[in-house]
């Protein structure tokens, strides 16, 4: 673009108008720009910051991804499975693991629980579960009670704790429907066992229904030898699917199969994707409104510069230059709004990220303030979206000056 496009652009931008009103318009609208830009950056930031908490607290308690038979069927020689999946290069834990159904019994109060039976050793190599321990420890040996009995040991949520009124050296009966051989009817397979931890996730769901006893113990309740498969933790969370499967291959592929954890939590995650998608158009709408400002106070520049237009035209300006002319007003508009609102939105979400400035009660929500994670991909997005926006406002108003006629022009003065 020549100077004298650049020179007449921002003229027609600071220069005194004989309607005032129409400069504040274009202020107007670069505040809109500059305001829908930090409000998209705060909000992806908040969203990108509460998706990371989630995935934290989800791939903490489960492994990055399992791998079993098909049909269930109990894995016998585990040493020798888990020693093979180990001499995978992108395989940095493996721990063997039983999971089950059943309720859990204290004092007359029961609640339906999901169980898994874990190696204490190993399981810390694959997953946080141990390092979330509030009370007691990750100790799944015999360990005696307060009414000084010996039981194995068993590691409780927080939340199953509160409901079932136990603590450290509580003695809790768990229960299994798996068949006892030799009864035609299921009866419940009991075992009386010592509370030796209390762990909380922050997840509610996961601190209600889930403990933590040995494999002998698993075992035990599950009339089972071997164990259901093994939990693995790979050197990249974000690519263990591709991992899992490159392990199953490793291993021969059929009968072993493999799930990662964002399989387990596809639906989960895909709404949280969609949220963003939703927040990003809806709150773009704040942008699309100062786009319109900037269709308004372009139109009425040109109304006010008829005879301007004219005398340009008449000099030997052609009609794209007039047009860049017009052009450039709302590219200046939309460049310093998005600019602007860029680097305060990421401003404000670094003083969260560093003080951490907006505080939510921990007893409701499972993290402490409110998280924020300034993706670079998300800034870019949003300041194109900001400058692309401003720009099509720009393309009919201008494309209009263009075609004015010059004597006309003056003619109409």
């Known amino acids: 673009m020549g100077k004298m496009e650049w020179f007449v652009a921002l003229r027609y931008l600071r220069g005194k108008r004989k309607i005032g009103f129409i400069s504040w318009i274009t202020y107007i609208s670069a505040a809109g720009v500059c305001l829908g830009c930090f409000v998209l950056i705060v909000a992806l930031s908040i969203a990108n910051g509460f998706e990371k908490e989630v995935r934290d607290r989800i791939v903490g308690t489960f492994a990055h991804a399992k791998v079993f038979q ?19 290069p992108q395989v940095t834990g493996a721990s063997p693991y039983i999971t089950g159904k059943g309720g859990i019994e204290h004092n007359q109060v029961q609640e339906g629980i999901m169980f898994t039976g874990v190696d204490p050793v190993l399981e810390p190599t694959v997953t946080e579960i141990a390092g979330v321990v509030k009370h007691g420890s990750f100790y799944l040996d015999e360990m005696e009670s307060n009414r000084g009995r010996e039981f194995p040991g068993i590691v409780v949520g927080n939340g199953l704790a509160s409901k079932l009124g136990v603590g450290v050296g509580s003695e809790v009966v768990l229960m299994s429907l798996a068949p006892v051989e030799g009864q035609i009817d299921p009866v419940p397979k009991m075992g009386r066992f010592t509370v ?34 093994l939990h693995i933790k790979t050197q990249d969370l974000l690519r263990a699917d591709r991992i899992a499967e490159s392990v199953r291959d490793h291993l021969g592929g059929y009968p072993f199969r493999v799930v990662d954890w964002q399989t387990q939590n596809r639906s989960l995650f895909q709404w949280m994707k969609l949220e963003r998608l939703i927040i990003f158009i809806v709150i773009s709408l704040i942008m699309v409104v100062a786009a319109f400002n900037i269709i308004s106070s372009l139109i009425m520049t040109i109304l006010e510069k008829r005879r301007e237009i004219g005398i340009l035209m008449g000099m030997g300006a052609t009609s794209g230059s007039v047009m860049r002319v017009f052009m ?15 680097i305060l939105g990421t401003a404000v979400c670094y003083m969260q990220y560093r003080w951490e400035l907006v505080s939510l009660p921990g007893d409701i929500y499972f993290i402490s303030k409110v998280p924020v994670l300034v993706r670079g991909f998300d800034v870019v997005a949003v300041y194109l979206a900001g400058n692309v926006v401003c720009w099509l406002a720009t393309l009919y108003p201008s494309w209009r000056a263009s075609k004015m006629l010059p004597a006309e022009s003056i003619r109409y003065e």
């Open 70 to 88: 098909y049909h269930s069927r109990p894995i016998n020689d585990y040493e020798q499975l888990r020693s093979r999946v180990l001499e995978h």
């Open 196 to 229: 030796t931890g209390v762990f909380e996730t922050g997840m509610y769901e996961h601190d209600m229904i889930l403990v933590y006893i040995s494999i002998p113990s698993a075992q035990n309740l599950l009339n089972m030898k071997g164990v259901e498969g």
């Open 328 to 342: 450039l007003n709302g590219v200046v508009v939309g460049f310093l709004g998005s600019t602007l609102g860029v």
